[in-house]
């Protein structure tokens, strides 16, 4: 009779503590294989909400639970590349380079990611719309749409990063744990694991994020090379009243 109840006083402790770190972890992270055996973890933002920051997000800043490299950046002027608005100012209206055909747009706290044509941008319209609203808009590559595979054969191995749109229209930021996934392979995998759309993150030397587990900061990325030439950062940031 004591060791039934010995049991049960631990299987209840241990219950506690379960229920405490996941009220202290916004982040809720999980670990997923595909049927090739390619390991990837998928960061779940929880409470929080998505959006972009154009200055480093201080890790002892308590509004931030996460932090990852979003936009690509312009080499020439250390500025986001085609980052067309932000925060509702427009700061350009055609994109610098012809290859990135995804849009990736944050709008009172709801985000949307659409496919544009590469070589193209968005119209006026679309352009003045997010200012109107003191939205954000930006533009990287598009790896997965409508739960099709853009990329084809061939092309650079790295660690790829990706902020999804599951099937259920949540969102989820995925990153693989080998250094060796083309693009191609990342959208396959992807899709297998229940992406509708997915859209590039900055990666390589530029790959350094961070996420905080009870308040203690945990980095991500296998480079981290380039950290100090990040020039923005898709944020999960905590409710305001935490």
């Not at 790295?158 to 229209?169: G, I, M, P, S, T």
């Not at 759309?197 to 990666?203: E, G, P, V």
Request: contains cysteine.
């Amino acid at each position: 009779m004591k060791l039934v109840l010995s049991i049960s006083l631990i299987l209840v402790l241990l219950s506690l503590i379960n229920c405490t770190d996941n009220s202290e972890r916004e982040i809720r992270i999980e670990k997923r294989k595909t049927k090739k055996g390619n390991v990837y973890t998928f960061f779940y933002p929880q409470d929080c909400s998505i959006g972009l920051a154009t200055q480093r997000p201080d890790p002892k800043d308590k509004r931030y639970a996460f932090s990852v490299a979003a936009a690509y950046t312009d080499l020439q002027t250390s500025q986001p590349l085609d980052l067309l608005v932000y925060n509702g100012k427009v700061l350009q209206t055609n994109a610098k380079v012809g290859f990135l055909d995804g849009v990736l747009t944050f709008i009172n706290n709801t985000i949307s990611i659409s496919h544009i044509a590469k070589g193209q941008y968005p119209t006026s319209t679309q352009i003045e719309e997010v200012r109107k609203k003191k939205g954000t808009l930006l533009l990287q590559e598009l790896l997965v749409y409508d739960g099709k595979n853009l990329k084809g054969e061939g092309g650079s191995v790295f660690q790829r990063r990706a902020l999804v749109e599951l099937k259920d229209h949540r969102f989820v930021v995925v990153e693989s744990v080998s250094d060796y996934v083309t693009m191609q392979q990342f959208g396959d995998d992807l899709i297998e694991m229940g992406a509708w759309k997915a859209i590039y993150l900055d990666m390589g030397d530029w790959d350094e994020g961070w996420y905080k587990s009870s308040d203690k900061v945990v980095k991500i990325g296998n480079r981290r090379s380039q950290t100090g030439r990040q020039s923005n950062w898709l944020v999960f940031a905590r409710p305001l009243s935490r």
